[in-house]
């Protein structure tokens, strides 16, 4: 399965495994008409996706808020317990290097 459409060209930017057995997968869509988008695809189990696809506005905005939330103090903690950066998970995207 290439993920690509009639139409469409798309470019692996990010794989990103999640918890709960989820990965999203990011990639960076160029159609035929020339316009070109954010793909946004969430995996979840087998065989259930979500896919978005952003425009730049909105991925700025979307990349915004969810930085601002990963440095919150309480972010990803249970009760306000706040994360030990000492015993984070390590670094769970992997990038596909572009094929130039």
Do not use: C, K
């Amino acid at each position: 399965m290439s993920g690509e459409e009639a139409g469409e060209h798309a470019e692996e930017l990010a794989r990103i495994d999640a918890p709960y057995r989820r990965e999203v997968l990011l990639q960076s869509v160029r159609f035929e008409s020339g316009m070109s988008l954010l793909r946004v695809r969430i995996r979840e189990g087998r065989a259930r996706f979500t896919i978005l696809d952003i425009d730049r506005d909105t991925a700025r905005a979307w990349g915004s808020a969810m930085l601002a939330w990963a440095e919150r103090p309480d972010a990803g903690s249970v009760e306000g317990d706040a994360e030990d950066p000492s015993t984070s998970r390590p670094d769970r995207t992997s990038r596909t290097p572009s094929a130039s």
